[in-house]
């Protein structure tokens, strides 16, 4: 018999890749009043590595303007003067305001949780355990039809995995 959904927890690599999946998991949210905690695992800790961690996660077109925007920051960062936590903190905050988790959202409880392991899918996990979430909502990067949708760290959650997984497919273009 299964349980009812009261808290998922919704990872995301802050990618357009994760767009499908955050819908997915914003009308949990909205239409049955499920707490949502939204995980990004960083497997790097140093800011320059950071640095490219965002650089390969968002494009570096995307990193580009988030940099050029936060010119001041991203200097104190390729100097070392910022942490990897205040450039975490940024990216997030610009992840919340692209996407509108922060606007409007009033009867969604967020909780937002951003954590350092160079095992991804151990990290969902361990987080999903945590929070006593009842179900984990992630995206690949391709339909399933077409393959290289389930990487290693959703191979990993899956296998794993003591509560529901939903992977949600990237979109294609057309029907995006």
Same mark, same amino acid.
């Given at each position: ?11 995301? #690599? ?15 949210? %909205?239409?049955?009043? /499920? !707490?949502?905690?939204?995980?990004? /695992? ?7 590595? &950071? ?12 990193? @580009? ?11 104190? *960062? ?9 450039? &975490?903190?940024?990216?997030? *905050? ?9 606007? !409007?959202?009033? #009867?969604? #409880?967020?909780?937002? &949780? /951003?954590? %350092? ?10 987080? *999903?355990? %945590? ?11 391709? !339909?399933?039809?077409?393959? #290289? ?11 794993? @995995?003591?509560?529901? &997984? ?9 029907? *995006?």
């Amino acid at each position: 018999m299964s349980r009812p959904i009261r808290t998922l927890l919704f990872a995301t #690599n802050l990618s357009e890749e994760c767009r499908p999946a955050l819908e997915t998991a914003r009308f949990f949210a %909205e239409q049955f009043g /499920v !707490g949502v905690i939204l995980l990004h /695992v960083i497997d790097r800790a140093l800011p320059s590595q &950071v640095d490219e961690h965002f650089k390969g996660v968002l494009g570096e077109e995307k990193w @580009a303007v988030l940099k050029k925007d936060h010119e001041q920051d991203a200097r104190e *960062a390729l100097i070392g003067k910022m942490t990897s936590g205040r450039i &975490v903190e940024k990216v997030m *905050a610009d992840y919340r305001s692209e996407t509108g988790i922060d606007a !409007g959202e009033r #009867n969604v #409880n967020w909780q937002e &949780v /951003v954590t %350092e392991d160079k095992n991804v899918g151990r990290a969902i996990l361990d987080q *999903a355990e %945590e929070h006593g979430c009842d179900l984990i909502v992630m995206g690949s990067r391709k !339909g399933f039809i077409g393959g #290289n949708a389930v990487g290693t760290t959703i191979r990993h959650v899956l296998g794993k @995995a003591e509560m529901p &997984v939903m992977v949600v497919p990237k979109r294609s273009k057309a029907t *995006a």
